[in-house]
């Protein structure tokens, strides 16, 4: 089920949303919980009920094994101690993903090594795999580091179900979540929250439906219908992409922070104008925030602590493995192994520049040079995140740096001289626009909104209730809807 559905808005929410604290009034103290979760299980079966037994088994195992862990001191000798039960289960969960998710990739590529002929595995990549799996891989550690004692099953289960944040995140801790759910005032219907929830739902689903959705019919073209890019052509499918992306995953983060709000329950930031960064770590501390925790605490830590005498170069590879990694993370594909080096080459690149070469050159970059290297790096490292293979990658790259074929837009022809002289109105020059030409246009509006305008969690932090909040919800929430498509799903929903 998605969030930019009519049958979500209208009908899943709304009944999700009175069953619930009509349960909540009543005496009943585990109904409520019972009641969102098997909503929850609902939302996530919608698209293929197959999946079912696969997340709960998934649930019923790693709480197993947390409750195991609970019962073992740390300093037993046995076989079965608190650390070995914690690596089983960081290696059943791994093992999960990696036959769900690269085992056809791997035996593609041993079939490619050593021209055999292995047949690839009927295996459908299931919903939410990436997302659950590293949750659970969370849950396990902190209950090792005795930061997590959740006894109650039904706890658990609502903690890794609850339906805002199941398909995409954010990648949430058992203490950021469960307390919202026991805490007594969160019991009751809240009108402050309802109207903050609501204008923010309002705000990702517009992101999603009217700019993302619109960003990809011109991706789209660029990486899968035309068989060869000029100039222009490229970089308006590259930055049409780099666009779509965020507005598509900044879109849905907006709608599960709203969703959630709504519930009483607030869930973590997971953006904050990321294309403001003015270098590669600036970027990462502000793209998909909770990936980024995840990364530095479970991979990269972990790294650094396995070499001994640890010095900058040393840590410099852990965070180039680690963003090996997280690429890799991202999908069974090449493209990813190549979007994780680019961005861990440009996080190493940063940490020495900060360290040595801007001390040892007094070189201190221009702000607006530094976001102008950064946005470029990142939107190049996009193309590699969408292509399907190397030439569809190259296709794209090759005509973005290549002088040979540049066709100057008429948008930037001399017919701009009607815009000064001779009083052409606004109007009439929108309807001497091409349709590349409107890609630009739609570029650079898009651009300066990012840019210049506050984020969507920075207005709900100042957000007070009013007849033009009232009356802007309302303008993203019809307009959105009346734009809303059926075939339009998430673009991280294929991770």
């Given at each position: 089920?998605?969030?930019?559905?009519?049958?979500?808005?209208?009908?899943?929410?709304?009944?999700?949303?009175?069953?619930?604290?009509?349960?909540?009034?009543?005496?009943?103290?585990?109904?409520?919980?019972?009641?969102?979760?098997?909503?929850?299980?609902?939302?996530?079966?919608?698209?293929?009920?197959?999946?079912?037994?696969?997340?709960?088994?998934?649930?019923?195992?790693?709480?197993?094994?947390?409750?195991?862990?609970?019962?073992?001191?740390?300093?037993?000798?046995?076989?079965?101690?608190?650390?070995?039960?914690?690596?089983?289960?960081?290696?059943?969960?791994?093992?999960?993903?990696?036959?769900?998710?690269?085992?056809?990739?791997?035996?593609?590529?041993?079939?490619?090594?050593?021209?055999?002929?292995?047949?690839?595995?009927?295996?459908?990549?299931?919903?939410?795999?990436?997302?659950?799996?590293?949750?659970?891989?969370?849950?396990?550690?902190?209950?090792?580091?005795?930061?997590v004692k959740e006894k109650?099953?039904?706890?658990?289960?609502?903690?890794?179900?609850?339906?805002?944040?199941?398909?995409?995140?954010?990648?949430?801790?058992?203490?950021?979540?469960?307390?919202?759910?026991?805490?007594?005032?969160?019991?009751?219907?809240?009108?402050?929250?309802?109207?903050?929830?609501?204008?923010?739902?309002?705000?990702?689903?517009?992101?999603?439906?009217?700019?993302?959705?619109?960003?990809?019919?011109?991706?789209?073209?660029?990486?899968?219908?035309?068989?060869?890019?000029?100039?222009?052509?490229?970089?308006?499918?590259?930055?049409?992409?780099?666009?779509?992306?965020?507005?598509?995953?900044?879109?849905?983060?907006?709608?599960?922070?709203?969703?959630?709000?709504?519930?009483?329950?607030?869930?973590?930031?997971?953006?904050?104008?990321?294309?403001?960064?003015?270098g590669i770590i600036d970027?990462?501390?502000?793209?998909?925030?909770?990936?980024?925790?995840?990364?530095?605490?479970?991979?990269?830590?972990?790294?650094?602590?396995?070499?001994?005498?640890?010095?900058?170069?040393?840590?410099?590879?852990?965070?180039?493995?680690?963003?090996?990694?997280?690429?890799?993370?991202?999908?069974?594909?090449?493209?990813?192994?190549?979007?994780?080096?680019?961005?861990?080459?440009?996080?190493?690149?940063?940490?020495?520049?900060?360290?040595?070469?801007?001390?040892?050159?007094?070189?201190?970059?221009?702000?607006?040079?530094?976001?102008?290297?950064?946005?470029?790096?990142?939107?190049?490292?996009?193309?590699?995140?969408?292509?399907?293979?190397?030439?569809?990658?190259?296709?794209?790259?090759?005509?973005?740096?290549?002088?040979?074929?540049?066709?100057?837009?008429?948008?930037?022809e001399n017919k701009l001289?009607?815009?000064?002289?001779?009083?052409?109105?606004?109007?009439?020059?929108?309807?001497?626009?091409?349709?590349?030409?409107?890609?630009?246009?739609?570029?650079?509006?898009?651009?300066?909104?990012?840019?210049?305008?506050?984020?969507?969690?920075?207005?709900?932090?100042?957000?007070?209730?009013?007849?033009?909040?009232?009356?802007?919800?309302?303008?993203?929430?019809?307009?959105?809807?009346?734009?809303?498509?059926?075939?339009?799903?998430?673009?991280?929903?294929?991770?």
């Amino acid at each position: 089920m998605l969030f930019n559905s009519f049958g979500f808005i209208f009908i899943f929410l709304p009944a999700t949303f009175f069953v619930y604290f009509y349960l909540r009034s009543t005496q009943l103290v585990n109904a409520p919980k019972v009641w969102l979760i098997s909503a929850s299980l609902l939302f996530y079966g919608w698209s293929n009920f197959i999946y079912l037994p696969l997340i709960l088994s998934s649930i019923l195992f790693n709480f197993f094994i947390s409750k195991a862990i609970l019962k073992f001191d740390l300093v037993n000798k046995q076989f079965l101690s608190k650390k070995n039960l914690l690596k089983v289960g960081i290696i059943s969960n791994i093992g999960l993903l990696i036959y769900f998710k690269y085992m056809n990739f791997f035996i593609t590529n041993v079939n490619s090594v050593f021209s055999s002929n292995i047949d690839l595995l009927n295996i459908i990549l299931p919903l939410a795999i990436s997302f659950f799996t590293l949750q659970q891989i969370i849950f396990l550690v902190d209950s090792y580091e005795d930061l997590v004692k959740e006894k109650s099953f039904l706890n658990y289960l609502l903690f890794i179900t609850f339906f805002p944040q199941l398909i995409l995140g954010p990648i949430v801790h058992h203490h950021q979540m469960m307390p919202q759910f026991e805490d007594k005032k969160n019991y009751f219907i809240n009108y402050k929250n309802i109207s903050l929830g609501i204008f923010i739902f309002s705000i990702g689903l517009f992101k999603k439906v009217v700019i993302a959705d619109s960003f990809e019919v011109f991706a789209t073209q660029g990486f899968d219908v035309a068989n060869t890019l000029n100039f222009f052509e490229a970089w308006v499918t590259s930055l049409s992409y780099t666009f779509q992306l965020y507005f598509d995953f900044s879109g849905y983060m907006d709608m599960a922070v709203g969703i959630a709000l709504i519930f009483n329950i607030q869930i973590p930031q997971n953006f904050n104008s990321p294309f403001k960064a003015s270098g590669i770590i600036d970027f990462w501390q502000r793209w998909h925030i909770t990936l980024s925790n995840f990364i530095t605490t479970y991979i990269y830590t972990p790294i650094v602590m396995s070499f001994k005498n640890l010095n900058i170069h040393k840590a410099m590879l852990a965070t180039f493995l680690a963003f090996l990694i997280a690429g890799l993370w991202h999908g069974a594909s090449w493209m990813f192994v190549i979007f994780g080096s680019l961005h861990g080459i440009g996080l190493v690149t940063n940490q020495y520049w900060n360290k040595y070469w801007k001390k040892k050159f007094k070189i201190n970059l221009n702000f607006y040079l530094a976001w102008f290297i950064t946005f470029n790096y990142v939107n190049i490292a996009n193309v590699f995140f969408r292509a399907r293979d190397w030439s569809d990658a190259s296709k794209v790259i090759n005509s973005m740096f290549s002088v040979d074929n540049i066709v100057i837009p008429s948008l930037f022809e001399n017919k701009l001289i009607f815009l000064s002289n001779y009083g052409m109105v606004f109007g009439e020059f929108l309807n001497n626009i091409g349709g590349n030409n409107r890609t630009i246009l739609w570029i650079l509006i898009t651009l300066i909104i990012v840019l210049f305008f506050k984020n969507s969690m920075e207005l709900l932090k100042t957000f007070k209730p009013s007849i033009w909040s009232a009356l802007l919800t309302l303008f993203f929430l019809i307009y959105s809807i009346l734009n809303i498509s059926k075939n339009s799903s998430f673009i991280y929903f294929n991770f």
